[in-house]
């Protein structure tokens, strides 16, 4: 069964630092999506991707984000100067359709930790 | 995206039925329900959606009435294994392109 897939499983990194986080969404879908979740809370979502741009994002994806699909098959989450408020489990998915209807296929989350 | 009020948590014992309810008062015409199941440190995974009537699959059932006002997931006989959060959504099929979770349920399933 095709899956998400998700790199590093665990990132640890210095305040101020960069981190690229890194996803291979399922081949044949067309939307990708970042998520994350704060230990102990609810998912959250950060930013959809669809047709090479942001379709939609939310108000923590401000401008220490960014996200890219460089070749076709990676979907990256990149945040340029990390704060401790970062550290959270970060998920990809990725869906055929939209998310209304079409099932979103969620990876197994890179936990970044930022000390 | 109609929001959605269900159980913080709920415990269970091994072979039972469950029953989660949620309801979603503001939902509109184009919008599907969908639960999602969330382990511990896994990403959520998609059990089951419906529109309206019954929904079944291998995994669970979902019951909507005639209102689409709320909506049940039915797990039965569970197990150890089914303990998780689980989560309740409603989406607009036309124009959502993204899932904002609630809380979810936490669902303890006792031995």
């Known amino acids: 069964e095709p899956e998400v897939t998700q790199t590093p499983s665990h990132q640890v990194t210095q305040m101020g630092q960069e981190v690229i986080l890194r996803c291979v969404p399922i081949s044949n879908h067309l939307y990708f999506y970042w998520y994350r979740q704060i230990l102990g809370q609810k998912v959250e979502f950060l930013v959809s991707f669809y047709n090479n741009e942001i379709s939609e994002k939310s108000e923590i994806f401000d401008d220490q984000f960014s996200v890219e699909r460089p070749d076709g098959s990676n979907f990256t989450l990149k945040i340029r100067s990390t704060k401790l408020e970062d550290s959270a489990m970060y998920f990809c998915a990725s869906s055929e359709g939209l998310a209304g209807v079409d099932e979103q296929f969620f990876g197994p989350g890179t936990r970044l930790t930022v000390l | 995206l109609a929001k959605t009020t269900q159980p913080i948590s709920m415990d269970s014992y091994e072979g039972q039925e469950v029953n989660i309810t949620c309801s979603h008062n503001n939902i509109a015409t184009n919008d599907y329900i969908t639960w999602y199941q969330q382990f511990p440190s896994q990403g959520p995974r998609f059990i089951i959606q419906?529109?309206?009537t019954k929904v079944t699959n291998e995994v669970a059932s979902l019951f909507i009435p005639a209102d689409r006002k709320s909506s049940t997931l039915s797990l039965p006989r569970v197990s150890l294994s089914d303990t998780a959060v689980y989560y309740c959504?409603?989406?607009?099929?036309?124009?959502?392109?993204?899932?904002?979770f609630g809380k979810g349920t936490r669902l303890h399933i006792l031995p």
């Open positions: 959504l409603v989406g607009d099929f036309n124009r959502d392109d993204k899932i904002i």
């Open positions: 419906g529109y309206k």
